[in-house]
């Protein structure tokens, strides 16, 4: 099962009522069952994978309809509704250039960002064109949808806007700010781009697609005015896995005769258009969408300083509460970087939760340095009724032997958190550290395994014991953003540690 389904699976077996694909999506990634890549409409991709897998697999799907638009696990208690077109919308069915991802592997398979467009430009435009229904093709992983995401420039700035919002994750984490503008190529853009010989279909589409979105006037919006500067392979998720994105600028000779705010936009979801100068793109770093932050590094890097900061929620202060600290976050993140800050500068006891549970389970001689097995024995503990309980009261009893502050790595469960808390009978501090992802694959790198490739990180990250990390930003009292280099993000925490706590 893909991991849109999943997510709806987990949602709709806790609320246990039917839900809109809406508020599946929503419910999804407020729990962190969806990461920040899942594409420009997350709710219109989960009713369309919901909507073919029941469209294929019919009884034998684990969902149902029980109403227009409403979405169930399959029961016996209600009755089942049934759609006349069940990919009716015309986003749904509207038919998508797509290639076979092999295509692109032959090229050069990467993750993030390339510079080097020209040979997936043209083995694309040499293949015969394929158009598959962008329902379908949402939940097919052997093809790629092509997409284009492109860069508004004028002179020293680009414009900016805040996407509509179509969840309810937390605002401190996941951020709304886009400099890309774009969508799928379809079938349309073939046939308007073969009356055009000045333009292939992919340029076509980013100049139809601007011109849904925005009031551009026509001497702007033309092929003359685009350069191709890159393209985008995302691996970091399953959506991710099933776009290819080429990157254009679209360079504006002069903004003086352009609309402003409301009258520029087109499209409800674009909100706060804006130009800002491409120096000030790395102050906001951490609340742009991840294929943005992806252009800013890769497209501005001599004009931007990317900087990691410390933010506190609401009006919380680490000295009053400096006792227990849990430092939570994704594999890669540099939690334990952090972690080693407070015991080396602060004298901080390190507790890792890893060798507490590695003790549990009979000894870290049964793993070593094999991340994989560790992580199934780990699965199979936490899962028991008991497990979450057991691993809380004994990083408790770590902490209470230690008879000094101390700071505890490695935690993945709101139960464990919360079990140990009990145990302590106290406050815990729970600082969360946010990376990108090909960043955590870099620290990941250096610090676990220099040999590990990206596909192989990523399935250590997918793995079902750790997709609960996320969620520990609910319980976040700090959240850091590690979003620079290793020594700007040991100097941003070591900084902040020392005006709470005193150096």
Wanted: aromatic share 8%; hydrophobic share 40%.
């Amino acid at each position: 099962m893909g991991l849109f389904l999943h997510a709806a699976e987990v949602v709709l077996r806790q609320t246990e009522q039917p839900l809109t694909a809406k508020e599946i999506t929503e419910r999804a990634r407020s729990l962190k069952l969806l990461d920040d890549s899942d594409g420009l409409t997350p709710h219109q991709t989960m009713k369309a994978k919901l909507s073919v897998d029941i469209q294929r697999r019919g009884e034998r799907s684990r969902f149902m309809r029980t109403g227009r638009g409403k979405f169930s696990l399959r029961r016996t208690d209600i009755s089942e509704y049934h759609s006349k077109s069940p990919l009716k919308t015309s986003s749904l069915s509207e038919q998508v250039l797509t290639v076979p991802a092999d295509l692109i592997a032959a090229v050069g398979d990467f993750h993030g960002f390339a510079h080097s467009f020209k040979p997936y430009l043209g083995a694309i435009l040499s293949s015969k064109p394929h158009f598959m229904i962008r329902g379908s093709a949402e939940t097919d992983i052997t093809h790629k949808q092509i997409l284009t995401y492109v860069i508004i420039k004028h002179g020293h700035s680009v414009l900016r806007y805040v996407r509509g919002r179509y969840s309810s994750v937390d605002d401190f984490l996941k951020g709304p700010l886009c400099i890309g503008f774009g969508g799928h190529v379809n079938s349309m853009d073939l046939q308007s781009s073969m009356l055009l010989v000045s333009q292939n279909i992919i340029e076509h589409s980013v100049l139809r697609e601007l011109s849904e979105e925005l009031n551009l006037p026509a001497h702007i919006l033309t092929h003359k005015n685009l350069r191709l500067r890159g393209v985008i392979n995302d691996q970091s998720s399953f959506v991710g896995r099933t776009h290819f994105a080429f990157v254009f600028e679209l360079l504006v000779p002069s903004t003086a005769d352009l609309p402003r705010g409301v009258k520029l936009k087109r499209e409800k979801s674009i909100n706060q258009l804006q130009y800002v100068s491409i120096d000030t793109l790395g102050d906001d770093f951490a609340r742009y969408e991840y294929w943005s932050k992806l252009c800013i590094r890769h497209l501005f890097r001599k004009d931007v300083r990317i900087g990691s900061s410390v933010q506190p929620i609401g009006r919380f202060r680490l000295r009053r509460h400096p006792d227990v600290i849990v430092v939570v976050g994704g594999m890669g993140s540099g939690k334990t970087e952090a972690s080693r800050v407070l015991e080396s500068r602060f004298g901080y006891q390190f507790i890792s939760s890893r060798t507490i549970l590695e003790s549990l389970l009979g000894g870290p001689t049964l793993f070593g340095t094999d991340r994989s097995s560790f992580q199934e024995a780990a699965l199979a503990f936490i899962n028991k009724p008991d497990g979450p309980e057991q691993l809380g009261r004994a990083l408790a009893d770590a902490v209470l032997k230690a008879k000094r502050r101390c700071v505890i790595d490695g935690v993945r469960h709101l139960a464990t958190l919360d079990a140990l808390s009990r145990a302590l009978q106290r406050r815990l501090s729970v600082i969360f550290v946010d990376s990108t992802i090909d960043s955590a694959f870099e620290f990941y790198r250096a610090r676990e395994d220099k040999n590990v490739t990206f596909r192989q990180f990523v399935a250590l990250r997918e793995h079902e014991v750790e997709r609960e990390v996320l969620t520990l930003v609910r319980r976040a009292n700090l959240v850091v953003y590690n979003n620079g280099s290793k020594r700007s993000y040991l100097a941003s925490i070591e900084k902040f540690l020392i005006d709470e706590l005193g150096g």
